[in-house]
């Protein structure tokens, strides 16, 4: 009873959003190219099967997700994968002039420097390349940076895998924008 209640009143007031209620309840098949999300780094890979709770999920060589259990994800952490040339992040819910992310731009994440990988700095700036954006914001980057302290911290971190337009390694970026 109390969630009717509930739901009425949100659907009265214009704030029941579908698609939030959806989140984590996609349903994949096996074949399904998705994006696995560790911490806003996300990985590509492809659907083997559905489990209980979630997916099997296959990774390309050399593209394992970081500091994630590699195979079998819970639904919730799960995401479609589209392809899309730019996107839009909003900026105080169309408030502000939305930042527009295009393939192809030169972007540069800030990371604080890992003390085993650099001794001498206490942050990293890193220059990367857009080379693929998918339509929930995340972005696969190509290394641009020449400095062997960038490349180690962008191969720790980022390697092959996206990385959300909303990370704090890119807020850098967006306050450019």
Same mark, same amino acid.
């Given at each position: 009873?109390?969630?009717?209640?509930? *739901?009425?009143?949100?659907?009265?007031?214009?704030? =029941?959003?579908?698609?939030?209620?959806?989140?984590?309840?996609?349903? *994949?098949?096996?074949?399904?190219?998705?994006?696995?999300?560790? =911490?806003?780094?996300? +990985?590509?890979? +492809?659907?083997?099967?559905?489990?209980?709770?979630?997916?099997?999920?296959?990774?390309?060589?050399?593209?394992?997700?970081?500091?994630?259990?590699? *195979?079998?994800?819970?639904?919730?952490?799960?995401?479609?994968?589209?392809?899309?040339?730019?996107?839009?992040?909003?900026?105080?819910?169309?408030?502000?002039?939305?930042?527009?992310?295009?393939?192809?731009?030169?972007? +540069?994440?800030?990371?604080?420097?890992?003390?085993?990988?650099?001794?001498?700095?206490?942050?990293?700036?890193?220059?990367?390349?857009?080379?693929?954006?998918?339509?929930?914001?995340?972005?696969?980057?190509?290394?641009?940076?020449?400095?062997?302290?960038?490349?180690?911290?962008?191969?720790?971190?980022?390697?092959?895998?996206?990385?959300?337009?909303? =990370?704090?390694?890119?807020?850098?970026?967006?306050?450019?924008?």
């Amino acid at each position: 009873m109390r969630r009717l209640v509930l *739901f009425s009143l949100l659907s009265i007031f214009g704030l =029941h959003n579908p698609s939030a209620l959806a989140a984590g309840n996609y349903q *994949f098949e096996p074949g399904d190219t998705v994006l696995t999300n560790c =911490h806003q780094i996300y +990985t590509k890979g +492809t659907v083997k099967a559905q489990v209980d709770d979630g997916y099997t999920i296959h990774f390309p060589k050399k593209s394992g997700p970081i500091n994630c259990p590699p *195979f079998r994800w819970h639904a919730e952490y799960v995401l479609p994968y589209q392809s899309v040339p730019e996107y839009r992040l909003k900026s105080f819910g169309g408030l502000k002039a939305d930042k527009v992310f295009r393939v192809g731009e030169t972007v +540069t994440l800030h990371f604080d420097a890992d003390k085993r990988i650099i001794q001498n700095k206490s942050t990293v700036d890193i220059q990367a390349e857009i080379t693929d954006i998918s339509d929930n914001g995340a972005v696969a980057l190509k290394l641009l940076s020449a400095d062997p302290e960038s490349a180690a911290m962008f191969w720790q971190w980022v390697g092959s895998n996206y990385v959300d337009l909303r =990370h704090e390694a890119l807020a850098i970026e967006r306050d450019k924008r």
